[in-house]
């Protein structure tokens, strides 16, 4: 049998971690002895383990150690990284890691570098003379980079355990609620937001069309008005939407007010985006008075940074929609500096694009009224999201509610 240590430390008890790797340990034909441990005794103690790994080759406990550090799980050796070359541009060496979108550490001439950014799906480059670990994308490596191959030399830092009051994601239980009391849920989201704004943190709100469509765009800029919304991730179709509204006062040719079809309404989005053309932007527009309302007159008026990342559906698209899917995911990345709380909003395809660039300690709550969405964003790798299923108008209307009135919850809910 061949063997490798491994430890475990922080809350892994309470958390269930131990448990989670032992099961992987023999779900991958392995089996262990637990050498030590220690259990915290108060609630905020750490917790310890070191654990002998078993397995009838090489193979078999090299893929277990891989799969048991996404977990958390550190080998005891503390060998360096081992360094390859990347074999051409755009191409990395066979048996690359790959990171998740946990803290992540590679060890390196007798230290542990952190990894930067917290990014999901990416590989590592070390940078030998000024001693740094990135996180690298595809597009983002040269041939000749130094890049970190198989498990030995990286450590993954797991999430810790929410602090000793409950929060809407030790409440929401699972990642996906349809029929849990919404207005509690909205109550606590409201509090999250509350925490984050007095903490300093940044709120990054994702949003799609719907918004607009189903008439919450009111409520939404009240968020905005209100200081609760400081990065806006979207495309062209929610801007387009939003700006025709203010123009015109349809959404796709729709009057909001009362549901009716406007005379040559299905040309309204046109020159809604034919009018911001002419006037250089949307900033331009708000500046020549073009534009008085709005989502984005409001982002414009208190300076919201958005990002809007196009698609092939796009018409026109608008002058600040950015047409080069890498150059949008750039500048998003760049943008997640400081943020601390993500609300995604009705848009399937932009949720799991954002949340496969968000490390796992900004919390992460999708609103949708299909839960597949929230399903979906989970599965792919954002497993710190917690969704709520309902229509997107009357969970903004009671959530703006809430923030206006400055209520804290009386207590675990």
């Not at 049998?1 to 989670?20: A, C, V, W, Y």
């Not at 891989?66 to 050796?77: I, L, N, S």
């Not at 830092?157 to 909205?186: D, L, W």
């Not at 009057?255 to 309404?265: D, I, T, V």
Request: net charge neutral; with cysteine.
């Amino acid at each position: 049998m061949f063997s490798e240590q491994i430890e475990l430390r922080g809350h892994i008890i309470d958390s269930l971690l131990l448990p989670k790797v032992l099961d992987e340990i023999l779900t991958r034909g392995g089996n262990f002895t637990i050498r030590e441990i220690q259990v915290g005794k108060q609630r905020d103690d750490a917790s310890y383990a070191r654990i002998e790994v078993y397995g009838p080759s090489p193979e078999v406990v090299d893929d277990i150690v891989r799969h048991v550090r996404q977990q958390g799980a550190e080998v005891v050796e503390q060998e360096s990284v081992r360094l390859v070359e990347a074999p051409a541009d755009g191409v990395f060496p066979p048996d690359f890691y790959v990171t998740t979108n946990q803290k992540t550490f590679v060890h390196y001439r007798g230290q542990w570098l952190e990894v930067r950014p917290v990014t999901m799906d990416c590989a590592i480059a070390v940078d030998e003379q000024r001693l740094q670990a990135e996180a690298v994308k595809f597009a983002q490596v040269q041939k000749g980079r130094l890049i970190a191959v198989g498990h030995h030399g990286i450590r993954v830092a797991p999430r810790e355990r929410p602090g000793e009051r409950r929060s809407v994601f030790e409440f929401m239980g699972s990642s996906v609620s349809s029929e849990k009391p919404k207005s509690a849920i909205v109550r606590e989201v409201a509090a999250e937001m509350r925490r984050a704004r007095e903490s300093g943190g940044r709120i990054l709100v994702v949003a799609g069309p719907a918004i607009v469509h189903t008439g919450a765009g009111e409520h939404f800029e009240k968020l905005v008005a209100q200081g609760y919304v400081n990065r806006l991730f979207a495309g062209n179709a929610l801007a387009v939407h939003d700006i025709e509204n203010a123009l015109f006062g349809t959404s796709l040719g729709v009057y909001l007010e009362r549901g009716s079809l406007a005379e040559k309404g299905h040309e309204n989005h046109m020159r809604a985006i034919n009018a911001i053309r002419g006037a250089g932007g949307i900033a331009a527009a708000v500046a020549g008075g073009i534009l008085r309302r709005g989502i984005f007159y409001q982002c414009v008026k208190h300076n919201v940074d958005f990002v809007l990342a196009g698609s092939i559906r796009d018409d026109g698209p608008l002058p600040e929609v950015i047409t080069d899917t890498l150059a949008a995911q750039k500048l998003m990345r760049a943008r997640l500096e400081g943020v601390t709380m993500a609300l995604m909003m009705c848009t399937m395809l932009h949720s799991i694009a954002v949340g496969n660039l968000l490390p796992a300690h900004v919390k992460t709550i999708c609103v949708d009224i299909n839960p597949a969405v929230v399903t979906k964003l989970s599965d792919r790798g954002t497993f710190q999201a917690v969704g709520l299923v309902t229509d997107i108008e009357p969970f903004l209307r009671e959530l703006t509610e809430f923030l206006a009135a400055g209520e804290s919850p009386a207590g675990p809910v």
